[in-house]
């Protein structure tokens, strides 16, 4: 997942620092980040700093847009939109940093400023967008568009900065501007709300197990860790499992005992829906009321409409059209997986039906049954350093990039590690942290960000005091969220795990690549439909048997994975792949059903809104969709608002574009280069189906994702 900000308007994040460069300076935000590669200075930033900071953020992008609009020469893309695009340095730096850290690291200090911060950012970013002066200054430039002699990525940047007015108001009356301004900071204050419930619930849950028999089937690995969270929470010789993914989605594919998986899985789809004070179902409600309005202020039949637009997909229509075309083979190959499960239940004489919490498990028997294959012995061989390495492996040979750790670059928590990448002649890419592991102050999921977009700036040389344009390079952050090595194991990853490893290392290959000169449009700051496209292809070289010799090597013994383990791999990748894109493709049906009402009004009951929705298209009762709106964080404050389709979307352009490696070569350098430089190096500088066309030298087709996923 690529995090996107909720608030941050232009997605910039800028290097150049400004403000008091003094050694007596107590703010670090406003002095010279004195540190390597210019990172934040974490050993230094307290949470009392973010609110001077930003005020102070706030005061200086007003300042650079007063002179903008005072400015009496002749408006044109470089007093105008260029001096836009750089008017919010400070501010977009204190705020990514902030926003970073209240995903990765909320503690109690930070929480409390998080209310204040985003309604002074929210506001600031309303008050810009309704800034009827700067408008007109910026229209005047997007009037004349084709007489100013623009390439592509000037020409991208200024639609992209009109569109953003237009779309946030600029047109609107004053009364209209009034209500979109109360609605975007109630829906920012919602979102946080939302994402502080679902950390709440997911930290509050606990299945406490008292006997080691009743952990029967439960890998050992798991059982050390879940031995170890009870001796920290004072339970000491008991077993604790929590809604952790590195925690309930093994549990759920290997305990025997029926009762505790039922627990943990009803645990974990009820979060945020317990009529408690983190039950989310009303915020959900006002959320979708709030959202819905917004778009017929815009003259939009509802949110999905007035968000796609500016998407790869354009309409809701050619969305769903997408996601029904994989949702008919897929629920028919589903039933037929169900039917399968239900037939392994009855031969072993459990007089039971097939529900939810047993999917897992029971697929897991078939699978080991079908394949001879299970976690268990595939655990061994994929220790997150292994797996690390791996993917390093991988971007070497296909890019030629180097990952030099760093112990000298400050970080925001003692989880976390410093890279700094290199090309292969020790060029600079960029900066790379990598926060591995679950704790209780970190979101859930596994997603990318940045601390810095990669652009090029205009920066005054110290010794000739000129001007001179540099490449700020950026500084990327993966956050995941895998269990802790124990005392006698290391962190040892399942299959989804590993693949979700190299699906958040394609986003940070996105960021760390891009050669672009404007934030706004550089490396990650794209529609949500094409940023999963250098992801998901990434998932593909995983599994791959000449990569699975390279890194995949038992933990304890350093021997390589054996052959007829990588066969059983390979042989087994289609394996329960109708219930995969059910749940996902439900899950996506589910967001854009909130997201083509039509009704301002609330939502009454949004269990049963839910619930009519999954029966409208058929969903099965053995299956739940991927996330249950209650805790569907993407949706209700993860920037996929109706955009959930998109990893399906992107599915499509993924699995035609890896059809290029395979007929070349999978690690072919002429391939390889041309995806860098059509794709991961030019963000949103073109028009995104012309970049891929560029790469693959035709339109993208359904065919190679149904044949992948054995859904054709």
């Not at 007109?136 to 568009?145: A, F, R, T």
């Not at 992209?160 to 237009?166: D, E, G, L, P, Q």
């Not at 990448?421 to 900066?431: A, F, H, M, N, Y």
């Not at 102050?441 to 005091?465: C, I, N, P, Y």
């Amino acid at each position: 997942m690529k995090k996107i900000m909720i608030t941050a308007l232009f997605g910039l994040a800028i290097a150049a620092c400004s403000g008091d460069k003094s050694e007596s300076c107590e703010n670090p935000f406003l002095c010279e980040y004195n540190t390597p590669f210019g990172v934040p200075p974490f050993d230094k930033i307290k949470p009392a700093h973010f609110i001077p900071a930003l005020d102070e953020g706030i005061k200086q992008q007003n300042a650079a847009i007063d002179s903008i609009i005072g400015n009496t020469a002749i408006p044109d893309f470089e007093n105008t939109i260029v001096a836009f695009e750089f008017s919010s340095e400070l501010f977009d730096r204190v705020y990514l940093t902030f926003e970073n850290l209240r995903s990765c690291d909320a503690t109690n200090s930070i929480d409390s400023i998080s209310e204040e911060i985003i309604k002074k950012v929210s506001q600031q970013n309303t008050d810009v967008v309704l800034n009827a002066n700067l408008f007109n200054k910026i229209k005047q430039v997007y009037d004349k568009k084709n007489e100013l002699g623009l390439n592509t990525e000037q020409l991208m940047l200024l639609e992209k900065t009109h569109r953003n007015f237009v779309r946030n108001g600029a047109n609107l009356n004053e009364e209209q501007k009034e209500r979109i301004r109360e609605i975007n900071e109630r829906l920012s204050l919602l979102e946080l709300d939302f994402e502080t419930k679902v950390r709440n619930e997911t930290n509050a849950f606990q299945l406490v197990v008292d006997n080691i028999e009743d952990c029967a089937g439960v890998t050992q690995s798991l059982i050390d860790v879940a031995a170890e969270t009870a001796k920290a929470r004072g339970l000491d010789g008991k077993y604790v499992f929590t809604l952790d993914r590195a925690c309930i989605f093994p549990f759920l594919q290997t305990a025997k005992n029926r009762n505790l998986r039922e627990k943990i899985f009803k645990g974990y789809i009820s979060r945020c829906d317990n009529n408690n004070a983190d039950d989310a179902k009303k915020n959900i409600a006002e959320q979708v009321s709030l959202r819905t309005e917004k778009a017929q202020i815009f003259g939009y039949k509802n949110y999905a409409e007035y968000v796609l637009e500016d998407k790869m997909a354009k309409t809701p229509e050619a969305a769903t059209e997408l996601l029904l075309q994989i949702w008919k083979p897929a629920l028919e190959l589903a039933k037929k997986e169900a039917a399968n499960i239900q037939s392994m239940i009855n031969e072993r004489g459990e007089k039971i039906k097939l529900e939810p919490w047993d999917w897992s498990y029971y697929a897991e028997k078939i699978r080991a049954a079908k394949y001879d294959l299970n976690e268990e012995m595939l655990l061994p061989y994929f220790s997150l350093d292994n797996v690390l390495q791996g993917v390093f492996d991988v971007t070497l040979k296909l890019y030629g990039l180097q990952f030099v750790k760093r112990t000298d670059i400050p970080v925001y928590h003692n989880d976390v590690v410093a890279y700094e990448v290199q090309e292969s002649d020790g060029k600079l890419v960029g900066i790379l942290y990598l926060d591995f592991y679950v704790r209780p102050t970190k979101g859930v999921g596994a997603w990318m960000t940045e601390f810095r977009t990669q652009h090029r700036a205009s920066v005054k040389d110290k010794k000739t005091l000129e001007n001179k344009i540099v490449d700020v390079r950026p500084i990327v952050s993966l956050v995941y969220n895998f269990a802790r090595p124990t005392a006698d194991n290391p962190s040892l990853l399942n299959l989804d795990e590993v693949s979700t490893v190299f699906h958040e290392f394609g986003h940070a290959l996105n960021g760390l690549l891009s050669d672009c000169t404007y934030p706004s449009v550089a490396g990650t700051n794209t529609p949500t439909d094409f940023v999963e496209l250098p992801s998901q292809i990434m998932e593909n070289w995983a599994f791959l048997p000449e990569v699975l010799n390279m890194y995949a090597r038992h933990y304890k013994t350093g021997e390589a994975i054996p052959q007829n383990l990588i066969q059983k791999i390979t042989e087994s990748n289609k394996f329960n792949q109708g219930f995969n894109n059910v749940e996902l493709v439900a899950a996506s049906l589910l967001d854009m059903a909130y997201h083509t009402r039509t009704d301002v009004k609330q939502i009454e009951d949004i269990n049963k809104f839910e619930s009519d929705e999954m029966k409208k298209i058929g969903l099965i009762s053995e299956i739940v969709p991927r996330y249950r709106s209650t805790y569907f964080k993407h949706i209700f404050t993860g920037g996929y608002t109706a955009g959930y389709y998109s990893y399906r979307w992107s599915a499509v352009l993924d699995a035609d574009a890896f059809e290029a490696f395979k007929e070349n070569g999978y690690f072919d350098k002429t391939t390889a280069t041309s995806f860098r430089k059509n794709i991961l190096e030019r963000g949103y500088t073109d028009d995104l189906m012309k970049l891929y066309v560029n790469f693959r030298g035709h339109l993208p087709n359904a065919y190679a994702l149904l044949k992948r996923e054995g859904l054709q």
